[in-house]
C-alpha cells in the first residue's frame, strides 16, 4: 500500500519520467550520463587548474599572493574557513547523491508498476517457459508457441512462470526481462512503440538447448491485432503436440 501511495505521489509530483520502459530507461540513462558529464568537468578542471596553478617553475611569490602562506614540510596547514569549505563539499555531494538515489528509485517505482498506470487497462498474457521455448496464452484461450503477438503502443501485462526448471524471459529492444521459475509467476510488462519483429531470449543458463530457447515478439498495427486476435478464438496454434521441434526451440513430447 504504501509503494502504490508513494508513486501516486512521485507521479503527480511531474518529476518522474512516464511513458514506454525503453523512454524511461533513456530518461535514467540520459540523468546520469549528463551528471557524471558534469561531475567529470569539474573534476577535471579543478585537477587542470591546480596543476597549472602549483606547476614546476611557477613563481613563489605568484602563488603566495593568490594561495596565502603555504605551509612548510612538516608543518600543519591553517586556513580553509575552518573547515566550512569541507563541509559544504560534503553536503552538496550528500544533496546531490540522496537525490539522484531517491529519484531513480521513484522512477523504478513507475517500471514495477507502470502497466496499471497507463491509459488503457493492459492486455494480460500468460508466457510459460519450458525445454526449451516459450508457450504465450491470451485471454480468450488462444495459445500460440515462439511467437508473441501484440498491438502497438498498448500496455502488456505478461505473467511469466516455467513448467519446468529456472528461465529468464527477456527482450533487450523492449527493455524488459523477467525470471520465469517453476510454481511461481512473476509480473513484468512493456509497450511496443513501433511496429516490427523483436527478439525474445532465455537469460538463465537451462540445459543443452539454452542458446536457442528464443521468441518472437511481434507488434502490430492495433487494427491487425484486432482482425488476427477475434480470428483466434479458442483455437490454439499448437496443432501437433507431439512434434519434438520447432524453429523456436523444443516442445515437449
Not at 614540510?73 to 544533496?95: D, H, M, N, V
Not at 517453476?182 to 543443452?208: N, S
Not at 477475434?230 to 521441434?245: I, L, P, Q
Amino acid at each position: 500500500m504504501f509503494e502504490v501511495d508513494t508513486l501516486h505521489a512521485v507521479l503527480q509530483s511531474g518529476l518522474v519520467p512516464r511513458g514506454t520502459r525503453v523512454e524511461v530507461f533513456d530518461a535514467i540513462f540520459d540523468v546520469f550520463l549528463a551528471l557524471g558529464t558534469i561531475v567529470g568537468v569539474i573534476v577535471i578542471g579543478y585537477m587542470l587548474y591546480n596543476g597549472y596553478k602549483y606547476r614546476e617553475g611557477a613563481e613563489l611569490e605568484e602563488v603566495k599572493k593568490a594561495d596565502g602562506d603555504r605551509p612548510t614540510l612538516g608543518e600543519l596547514p591553517t586556513g580553509g574557513g575552518g573547515g566550512r569549505k569541507l563541509f559544504l563539499s560534503f553536503a552538496l555531494s550528500t544533496i546531490v547523491v540522496v537525490s539522484l538515489v531517491l529519484w531513480t528509485y521513484a522512477t523504478l517505482l513507475y517500471v514495477e508498476g507502470g502497466a496499471e498506470a497507463q491509459p488503457q487497462d493492459p492486455i494480460d498474457v500468460e508466457v510459460v517457459g519450458f525445454q526449451f521455448g516459450w508457450k504465450f496464452n491470451y485471454e480468450n484461450g488462444h495459445q500460440e508457441v515462439g511467437t508473441l503477438r501484440v498491438p502497438e503502443d498498448r500496455a502488456i501485462r505478461l505473467n511469466v512462470t516455467s513448467e519446468d526448471v529456472f528461465h529468464n524471459f527477456g527482450a533487450p529492444g523492449l527493455r524488459m526481462k523477467t525470471d520465469a521459475i517453476p510454481g511461481q509467476r512473476t509480473t513484468t510488462w512493456f509497450i511496443g512503440e513501433k511496429t516490427g519483429t523483436y527478439e525474445a531470449k532465455c537469460y538463465e543458463l537451462c540445459g543443452v538447448g539454452h542458446s536457442a530457447m528464443n521468441a518472437d515478439i511481434v507488434v502490430m498495427e492495433p487494427e491487425a491485432y484486432e482482425e488476427w486476435y477475434e480470428g483466434t478464438g479458442n483455437a490454439s496454434d499448437v496443432t501437433n503436440a507431439s512434434a519434438r521441434v520447432t524453429g523456436h526451440g523444443v516442445l515437449p513430447a
